[in-house]
């Protein structure tokens, strides 16, 4: 019923009524069966007809009973189906029937009827007894009923007066063996034939008296020890610890149920109930990294043995244990394991990872007390020390472990260990307690690494990667990914675990996965200790220019007083020098010179061209006082001025640096700055001598045509400028008239054909440029007639028939003859050519026509219109004829 009503939202009245009546009936049945009990413990004889009522009372409540568990086991199934269930249940709301009205009347019959019978016995019982017995099922159910109505559920006693009057009996789960004790102030021999007596058992468990250390024998451990006496069979407990009063959380839940009194109250303890257990471990330097080894014998731990079996094979009673552990209801637990219920509930029910989970010590110490397999895991593969272990519970650790839990147990869920567990979460005595009880310091943990590996970090105690150091963890043993200890110490900048590791052996010249050397580099301090441990710097060439890239002074002047070389390359291309001055350090770039840095040795670049590329202008006279030479190799001015870095030109021409010399690519200075339309390197460059007769990438006058400053610049101090053919074509391409016009200035003719073919006019007839084309046949005195590639009027036929027909205008102005024959053809050809009818008769009018010329084919031009049926072109060619 209590399943049933954890599956439904909202009970139905009429379910909540027969939930009341069953709770009723089970009250007065642990009533009546408490009595009955008690009767027959203390030697009482019962008549047979009351025995005879009793039986007859029982059989009736066991078939009212078994009436209603049919009922709700068809509920409970109908709940737990599918779709067609929910049909069903859609049904029975419209139609009502859900057995409950047939079995309601009988219910409420048995519980009259037991009410009666509980009227039978002439004395009271305490609520303390009569709520352990009903069990945690009838718990579950009034919470239900209490959950659903919103009022606290009561049952009313037969007697009004049963429950003021107090107890009279009361009576412990657990018998006594058959031996002396001496309580406090009284001399008692328990027996178990007067044990149940009203004044002995007042006596052993009234409120006022408890059971000091001293009335039991102590067992190894100063703690519960389980045994027997040689007079009887029954289980003795031995108790060292003092005991006072206190609750967690979950118990004052329960102070209602269940106050805590006699001698299985396991909420009395002095700081946690584990504390006699685990004080001697404690008592030792846990929070060092002195090294312990203890091994666990678990028989030498307390135990205690169940009292029956009676509920060993019942069903679900793993599954109840959890419950009570989850709900913190120790008294219930204790019950359970008292008659018989195994502790270990299984994967799906793991009452004592339950307990740890929840911090709930005193079930903890419970479930190790009744024999608890510490090393169980649960369904997510979590064994119990795990579980303690990734939660830092250290008392509940040290008691698994001493009741036998295995530190190097893994997870089968893939989490690692315990002690892995305890190095993540850097708990250095949990640690230690794992190691004490032989936990393996060079397991690896379940992402493939060392735990020394995983223990280092910016905030590790140094004091756990010595404890397992001291604890026998190697010091070079890698990692999945080849990372060792000493790497991981030194990337995470700690010196001082780095010194701890290399006392204990640690090889400083062992890659992991590189050499620590390179990530040293990055911090000074680690780098000092791998210094004075003899680190090898020829397994690690180039770490001069990776201190000098990471701007580490400190680095590069341990390096340095090691002797490692300031020249050596790394990854044979890049030196310190050239790194230094790349970053514009000085006081490095100093620091390196004055040990030792070549100034001539290269990286990507020479140091010299470094200064010039990056703008170091102010590095180069000490390199020069250093010995660079400026001549090697060539072309360093030519650099400067391709990095438009004039005021390194103009100090490297005052320091000797040829202006001439050319770059590797051919490239002189001169050229260079042409290119770069740099006016002010071309003064400076030939008034320091540059030469502008020597070609580099070009001509220097050839490429200064596209800058007529430059170019006047260059003509000022060039002796022959028509040795340059075709620079007159040159800047008509280039589409400079002022070059064109300091050219014919200085001499070079307009006639100027480039590779004897392409002659100025036709240039820049072909280009459309019309300003130069009057220059030249105006000023320049072109000849309108000379060929170039054609002549000039076929050329402006050809490129202008459309656009710019000026320039065609232009040259019959300047008397071109559209009659005169190149290679075959003719002007009057080409206007045939065109079909342009009205440019061919502009032609004949202003030259006229003459008929006899003829391509290469041999056609006359009238021959040459007629093939093409152009009788306009024909009568426009006759008629010029006729009017010459």
């Not at 039978?120 to 009923?145: P, Y």
């Not at 007079?231 to 967690?248: A, E, F, M, Q, R």
């Not at 903890?364 to 510490?374: D, Q, S």
């Not at 200075?669 to 540059?690: F, R, Y």
Request: proline fraction near 5%; charge should be neutral.
């Amino acid at each position: 019923m209590s399943k049933y009503a954890s599956l439904v939202n909202a009970p139905s009245p009429e379910f909540l009524t027969l939930a009341k009546e069953i709770l009723g009936v089970y009250h007065m049945l642990a009533r009546v069966c408490t009595c009955l009990l008690d009767a027959m413990r203390g030697g009482q004889a019962l008549s047979l007809d009351l025995i005879d009522v009793m039986v007859k009372k029982f059989q009736n409540a066991q078939t009212c009973l078994q009436s209603i568990e049919h009922v709700v086991s068809k509920l409970l199934e109908g709940r737990r189906k599918g779709t067609m269930s929910r049909m069903r249940r859609g049904f029975g709301k419209m139609f009502r029937d859900t057995g409950i009205e047939k079995v309601l009347p009988e219910a409420i019959r048995t519980h009259e009827d037991l009410k009666s019978a509980a009227l039978m016995f002439h004395w009271n019982l305490g609520s303390e007894r009569l709520e352990s017995a009903l069990g945690i099922g009838f718990l579950d159910l009034a919470a239900a009923v209490e959950a659903a109505t919103g009022q606290a559920f009561r049952i009313t006693s037969p007697s009004p007066t049963s429950e003021e009057n107090g107890s009279s009996h009361r009576f412990e789960a657990f018998p006594l063996p058959n031996t002396h004790h001496r309580l406090k102030g009284h001399d008692v021999v328990a027996h178990p034939q007067n044990l149940h007596s009203p004044a002995t058992a007042e006596l052993l468990f009234s409120d006022h008296t408890r059971l000091s250390a001293s009335d039991y024998a102590h067992g190894d451990n100063g703690a519960m020890v389980s045994g027997r006496d040689g007079s009887g069979d029954s289980p003795i407990l031995k108790y060292t610890s003092s005991v006072s009063s206190s609750h967690n959380s979950r118990d004052r839940q329960n102070e209602r149920l269940f106050s805590p009194t006699g001698l299985h109250t396991f909420a009395e303890t002095a700081t946690t109930a584990l504390d006699a257990i685990v004080e001697d471990i404690q008592a030792l330097e846990l929070g060092s990294a002195k090294v312990f080894r203890l091994n666990s014998t678990p028989s030498d731990m307390p135990h205690i043995k169940s009292s029956s079996r009676m509920d060993a094979d019942k069903p679900n009673a793993g599954a109840e244990l959890a419950s009570a552990i989850r709900a913190g209801n120790h008294r219930i637990a204790q019950q359970l394991l008292d008659r018989g219920v195994s502790p270990d509930g299984g994967p799906e029910a793991h009452a004592l990872n339950d307990a740890i989970s929840s911090q709930d010590t005193d079930a903890v110490r419970l479930l190790l007390l009744y024999g608890v397999n510490p090393n169980t895991a649960d369904k997510h593969g979590q064994s119990p020390l795990m579980v303690a272990c990734r939660t830092g519970q250290l008392e509940v650790a040290i008691a698994l472990l001493k009741y036998g839990a295995d530190p190097n147990l893994g997870s089968t869920g893939g989490t690692g260990s315990p002690l892995e567990a305890a190095v993540v979460i850097a708990h250095i005595r949990l640690a230690h307690v794992l190691l004490m009880y032989g936990g393996d310091a060079n397991q690896m943990t379940s992402c493939g690494n060392t735990l020394l590996c995983k223990s280092i970090g910016q905030s590790t105690p140094k004091a756990l990667v010595d404890l397992l150091l001291n604890y026998g963890a190697l010091p070079n043993k890698k990692n999945t990914k080849g990372k060792t200890a000493l790497f991981e110490a030194v990337s995470n900048a700690r010196a001082d675990i780095v010194a701890s590791l290399m006392e204990h052996g640690a090889d400083a010249n062992l890659p992991g996965p590189k050499h620590a050397l390179w990530p040293a580099t990055y911090h000074p301090e680690c780098l000092r200790i791998l210094v004075a441990s003899s680190a090898d710097f020829k397994k690690a060439p180039g770490i001069m220019e990776l201190a000098a890239s990471l701007n580490n002074l400190e680095s590069i002047r341990i390096l340095l007083k090691a002797g490692v070389d300031p020249n050596v390359k790394k990854d044979g291309v890049y030196t310190p020098l050239c790194t230094s001055i790349r970053d514009n350090r000085a006081d490095i770039f100093q620091l390196l010179l004055r040990s030792g840095a070549d100034p001539n040795v290269p990286a990507s670049e020479y140091p010299a061209f470094k200064c010039v590329t990056h703008h170091r202008n102010h590095f180069l006279p000490a390199l020069l006082a250093a010995g660079a030479k400026l001549d090697t190799p060539k072309g360093i001015v030519e650099t400067a001025v391709a990095s438009k870095n004039p005021k390194a030109v103009r100090w490297l021409l005052e320091n000797g640096a040829d202006p001439n010399d050319k770059c590797p690519n051919g490239q002189t200075a001169l050229t260079a700055a042409i290119s770069e339309n740099d006016m002010d390197c071309v003064d400076v460059l030939l008034s320091h001598g540059a030469n502008p007769n020597i070609r580099g990438q070009d001509w220097p006058a050839c490429m200064a045509v596209r800058h007529p400053e430059i170019l006047k610049r260059i003509l000022a101090v060039l002796q022959q400028p028509r040795a340059f053919k075709g620079i007159m074509e040159m800047a008509v391409a280039a589409n400079q008239l002022e070059s064109v016009k300091a050219l014919r200035a200085a001499g070079v003719s307009v006639e100027d054909r480039n590779v004897g073919v392409f002659s100025p006019l036709t240039t820049a007839i072909r280009e459309h440029r019309t300003d130069i084309v009057a220059y030249l046949i105006g000023e320049g005195g072109a000849d309108v007639n000379a060929p170039g590639e054609h002549l000039p009027i076929v050329k402006a036929l050809r490129r202008c028939q459309t656009e710019h027909v000026e320039i065609i205008d232009m040259l019959l102005e300047k008397g071109a003859d559209p009659n005169k024959m190149y290679r075959g053809w003719n002007g009057i050809m080409q206007a045939l050519e065109n079909g342009d009818a009205d440019m061919l008769k502009k032609l004949t009018d202003k030259a006229g026509v003459n008929l006899e010329n003829k391509d290469e084919l041999g056609r006359t031009v009238v021959e040459i219109a007629a093939s093409r049926k152009w009788d306009e072109a024909v009568d426009i060619l006759m008629s010029s004829k006729a009017q010459s």
